[in-house]
C-alpha cells in the first residue's frame, strides 16, 4: 500500500527551527521526485521545494531560499525539509508528494506547522 507520512510539525517561536520528515512506503522512492508543499487558510498549495531522484539538484520557493533545505535518503526511504529562521508566515499545513513523469503522484496527509511571532 502506498504511504506517505510527514512528521515533525509543531509549535515554534519566530527565528526557532523544525524538521519535517516523510517516510515513503509501497513504491519505489529512489525513482522519483519529491516536493514540500505548504498551505495557509484561505489560501492556495503553493510549493515549498523539490529535489531530484538522486537527490543532487534542489529547487526552492524565494520566500523559503537560505533558510529551508530539502533532502533525502534513499537508503531510509525518507524525505526532509530543514526549516530555519521560522516566520509567522511560515504558518501552514506542509505536505510532501512524490511525483514522476508517467507514473502516479502521491501526496501525504500534511503535519501542521504553527510559528508565533
Known amino acids: 500500500q502506498v504511504q506517505l507520512l510527514e512528521s515533525g510539525g509543531g509549535l515554534v517561536q519566530a527565528g526557532g527551527s523544525l524538521r519535517l520528515s516523510c517516510a515513503a512506503f509501497g513504491f519505489t522512492f529512489s525513482d522519483r521526485y519529491m516536493s514540500w508543499y505548504r498551505q495557509s487558510p484561505g489560501k492556495a498549495r503553493e510549493l515549498v521545494a523539490v529535489i531530484s531522484p538522486g537527490g543532487g539538484t534542489t529547487t526552492y520557493a524565494d520566500a523559503v531560499k537560505g533558510r529551508f533545505t530539502i533532502s533525502r535518503d534513499n537508503a531510509m526511504n525518507t524525505l526532509y525539509l530543514q526549516m530555519d529562521s521560522l516566520k509567522p508566515e511560515d504558518t501552514a499545513i506542509y505536505y510532501c508528494?512524490?511525483?514522476?513523469?508517467?507514473?502516479?503522484?502521491?501526496w501525504g496527509q500534511g503535519t501542521q506547522v504553527t510559528v508565533s511571532s
Open positions: 508528494k512524490s511525483h514522476q513523469i508517467g507514473r502516479p503522484v502521491y
